[in-house]
């Protein structure tokens, strides 16, 4: 995400996605939100003392935006939660969304702009090492991803290798 971007600033939702719960943060803009149709919301009272359960809430993808999504592990197939996903478009560097793997190793960067990207995994720790989509270490060997409006690019996936 931009620093200091402030046309950009985004609102991180931490939902339960694909029945995995606590599962990588969503991102909303101020455009999609402007977008919700508030005349079809139901309202909802609260006030002290009063809990109120079974509020579902799904969030679509706009069709003015793309997202990436994937599953981060190690070399023995291990989950690595925290790893931090980072997408810059190629030729903008300005143009960056980040978000941390959920427990599991999922991630969601969503409210894209369409472009082409490369995604790059920095995990939590030294133990493995970084690298960018598809297993390379340099951005001039990392595969593009390309996002187009309305879709979202699936399986965009790294297998952490261990630092030797």
């Known amino acids: 995400m931009p620093a200091g971007d402030g046309d950009r600033r985004r609102a991180e939702l931490v939902a339960g996605e694909g029945g995995r719960a606590g599962a990588a943060a969503r991102h909303l803009d101020e455009r999609q939100v402007v977008a919700l149709a508030l005349a079809d919301a139901t309202p909802i009272s609260v006030g002290a003392g009063i809990t109120v359960t079974a509020i579902d809430l799904e969030l679509g993808l706009s069709p003015d935006y793309g997202a990436i999504s994937g599953h981060v592990t ?20 300005s143009e960056r969304y980040m978000v941390e793997t959920d427990g599991d190793g999922y991630y969601r960067l969503g409210a894209m702009n369409p472009a082409t990207y490369t995604v790059y995994f920095n995990p939590p720790n030294d133990f493995y090492a970084p690298q960018y989509f598809d297993g390379v270490t340099g951005t001039e060997a990392a595969q593009p991803i390309v996002v187009i409006t309305g879709t979202e690019v699936t399986d965009v996936n790294a297998q952490l290798v261990r630092r030797t």
Do not use: H, K, N, Y
Request: hydrophobic letters at 40%; proline letters at 5%; zero cysteines.
């Open 74 to 93: 190690t070399d023995d197939g291990q989950p690595v939660a925290g790893t931090a996903v980072v997408a810059s478009a190629v030729g903008d560097s």
